[in-house]
Nanobody
């Protein structure tokens, strides 16, 4: 059992930067692979980035590779998503997710989710 809370979303201008944080509680954080997903209005939740327990494996969606960086600090029970060169098409609700069994790039790979944080990129 793990509880996740995202923070750091907001309104930014195109080309700007933002760092999202996801704090975890309830279980040993290092037991979990972590992922970031986003959901556009009327669309299914889609993969953004994922990181393994000790950061040995990292995956990114092609749409964000080179612009977004996922990282984690197990001592702080926190996973981050640092976003630069933001585009209006990045506007979405961003969710963090946890999985204690395996690292994946699909929503079905994760069994715990935060409530999401809104990121809006103005053109």
């Amino acid at each position: 059992q793990v509880q996740l809370v995202e923070s750091g979303g907001g309104l930014v201008q195109a080309g700007g930067s933002l760092r999202l944080s996801c704090g975890a509680s309830g279980r040993t954080f290092s037991n979990y692979n972590m992922g970031w997903f986003r959901q556009f209005p009327g669309k299914e939740r889609e993969f953004v980035a994922a990181i393994s327990r000790w950061s040995g494996r990292i995956y990114y969606a092609d749409s964000v590779k080179g612009r977004f960086t996922i990282s984690r600090d197990n001592a702080k029970n926190t996973v981050y998503l640092h976003m630069i060169s933001l585009k209006p098409e990045d506007t979405a609700v961003y969710y963090c997710a946890a999985d204690d069994s395996r690292l994946g790039t699909t929503t079905g790979s994760y069994n715990a989710w935060g409530q999401g944080t809104q990121v809006t990129v103005a053109s």
